[in-house]
């Protein structure tokens, strides 16, 4: 199970946004990607492998894992990055996502 | 470029049965895994299932096992989910993904009504 928090993070533009997944059990090979929808929209990935960009990513979005903890960060939220958040695990037989973080504006 | 495209979706009874495919260009379909992936209005994603390039390996999420069925056929570039005994929960826009480290590309999803 992949726990995300907070279910809504409310700030500005410019401001950084901090997102948090936790892993109910160790993820193998920190096989875990986080992505990104916007209303109406397929999602986009962002990152995988924990911390590895996606091709075309800003690199204001970053990753990183500590033990079953795992981070989203964006260094500086710009309007188009509002928007519901998930992450989701590949590292077993079975993937899961967790049930999204939405960044909304303050 | 890559391009999924999700056709199929539409309104169905419970207990009824409906077949989704996926049709896949600009990249060599047999060399990838593939996922179906589907989010009820308002909620969020919940993987489905995912089937090798091969067609050879398969996995269920618990909440549809035994009553969905994966397949592919790599000559005609397609997915597809064969859906039955439907329920009422599983009303959601179903979406076809490339896995490949997670889901790198997505179709823009086809909308299934479970509804009397």
């Known amino acids: 199970v992949l726990t995300q928090s907070p279910g809504t993070l409310s700030l500005s533009p410019g401001e950084r946004a901090t997102l948090s997944c936790r892993a109910s059990?160790?993820?193998?090979?920190?096989?875990l990607a986080w992505y990104q929808q916007k209303p109406g929209q397929a999602p986009r990935r962002l990152i995988y492998?924990?911390?590895s960009r996606a091709t075309g990513i800003p690199d204001r979005f970053s990753g990183s894992a500590s033990g079953t903890d795992f981070t989203l960060t964006i260094s500086r939220l710009e309007p188009e990055d509002f928007a519901v958040y998930y992450c989701?695990?590949?590292?077993?037989?079975?993937?899961?996502f967790g049930q999204g973080t939405k960044v909304e504006i303050k | 470029q890559v391009q999924l495209v999700e056709s199929g979706g539409g309104l169905v009874k419970p207990g009824g049965s409906l077949r989704l495919s996926c049709a896949a260009s600009?990249?060599?379909?047999?060399?990838?895994?593939m996922s179906w992936i589907r989010q009820a209005p308002g909620k969020g994603l919940e993987w489905v299932s995912y089937?090798?390039?091969?067609?050879?390996?398969?996995y269920y999420a618990d909440s549809v096992k035994g009553r969905f069925t994966i397949s592919r056929d790599n000559a005609k570039n397609s997915l597809y989910l064969q859906m039955n005994s439907l329920r009422a929960e599983d009303t959601a826009v179903y979406f076809c993904?490339?896995?490949?480290?997670?889901?790198?590309?997505w179709g823009q999803g086809t909308l299934l009504t479970v509804s009397s």
């Open positions: 059990q160790s993820v193998s090979n920190n096989y």
């Open positions: 989701q695990q590949y590292g077993s037989s079975s993937w899961t």
């Open positions: 993904a490339r896995s490949n480290w997670g889901f790198d590309y």
């Open positions: 600009g990249f060599t379909f047999s060399d990838y895994y």
């Open positions: 089937i090798t390039g091969s067609g050879t390996t398969i």
């Open positions: 492998d924990a911390s």
